[in-house]
């Protein structure tokens, strides 16, 4: 298990919220009678003071008395904060930053993303076990998944492929079920990464209408990377691949067709691997105006 964000906030989760409860049940009570103590005895001790000052003077008595010690005082308060992110990034969104242009136009490096992290079932944190079915990914979805060959990686692609389907990859086009996938040419793109302009296409998967970068002459071959599960799904030949998404894995693409390693090269990722949808921009420093919802 790899000592990511997750598990670090976990374990700071565990640490406040016990120090929480220990002064809600017991340290807070011993303080109190402690502090209660320390103001009986000013009063005894403080015969011929003018009632204002005596009450002052056993106020601040009590209240030294009374206060906890400074790895309390941080538990106590940061519990309700680490709580609250703890529970919207494992059960609601997440944040992520596009770390490549393997996404491009959809998504350029530096975006930084938001991720429904409910759409397709509640997970129990840290440990990733689905307790609630809610859904699944659907042809189209742009998914952030744990990479099937280094699970301490996240990565972040499109559905192509869900289970059951044959998905083929032939000659820079794109087949499912024996049927190829609509696209039309819709210009040329600048791509910053490797500063050139690329064919750019509109491309509709299943219900989704969403562009990806396609040069249609440049050579490209196929080779497995790792001898991934159920690698006997897939069948390498020049200038194409050919698999059947085996049950409860996915097969995912990045919208820049020639520029991605995706399921074509280490195969398909499973279920239990899935983080979220992916669904707005929040931000882009370099180029704010890219903030907004994405297909």
């Not at 039309?184 to 969403?210: I, K, M, N, T, W």
């Not at 059947?244 to 499973?270: C, E, I, K, Q």
Request: glycine content about 8%; aromatic content about 12%.
């Amino acid at each position: 298990m790899s000592w990511d964000f997750a598990l670090l906030l976990f374990v700071a989760l565990v640490v406040t919220g016990l120090v929480w409860l220990l002064d809600r049940v017991r340290l807070r009570g011993r303080r109190r009678a402690r502090a209660e103590a320390a103001a009986q005895a000013c009063r005894n001790n403080a015969a011929g003071l003018d009632p204002a000052a005596l009450q002052a003077e056993c106020q601040q008595a009590y209240d030294r008395a009374f206060q906890a010690p400074w790895w309390v005082e941080y538990c106590v308060s940061f519990f309700p904060v680490i709580l609250f992110v703890f529970v919207l990034r494992s059960f609601v969104v997440e944040p992520f930053r596009i770390p490549s242009g393997s996404m491009l136009p959809t998504l350029e490096n530096g975006d930084l993303i938001l991720v429904n992290k409910f759409q397709y079932g509640i997970r129990l944190p840290v440990i990733d076990r689905k307790i609630i079915d809610i859904g699944t990914p659907n042809r189209g979805d742009v998914v952030v998944f744990r990479y099937p060959v280094d699970p301490s990686v996240d990565y972040i692609k499109r559905v192509v492929g869900v289970p059951g389907d044959v998905i083929e990859y032939r000659d820079k086009t794109l087949s499912i079920n024996g049927q190829p996938v609509p696209r039309e040419r819709a210009g040329d793109y600048f791509e910053p990464d490797r500063a050139v302009y690329v064919g750019q296409y509109r491309e509709q998967l299943g219900q989704v209408s969403h562009r990806i970068l396609l040069n249609v002459h440049a050579p490209q071959d196929f080779m497995p990377i790792t001898r991934f599960p159920d690698i006997n799904n897939c069948a390498y030949q020049d200038g194409g691949v050919r698999c059947t998404v085996p049950a409860g894995h996915y097969f995912m693409m990045g919208d820049n067709r020639d520029n991605s390693l995706d399921s074509r090269y280490w195969g398909f990722v499973p279920d239990r691997n899935i983080v979220g949808r992916a669904f707005f921009v929040w931000m882009n420093f370099s180029s704010p105006s890219r903030i907004g919802g994405f297909h």
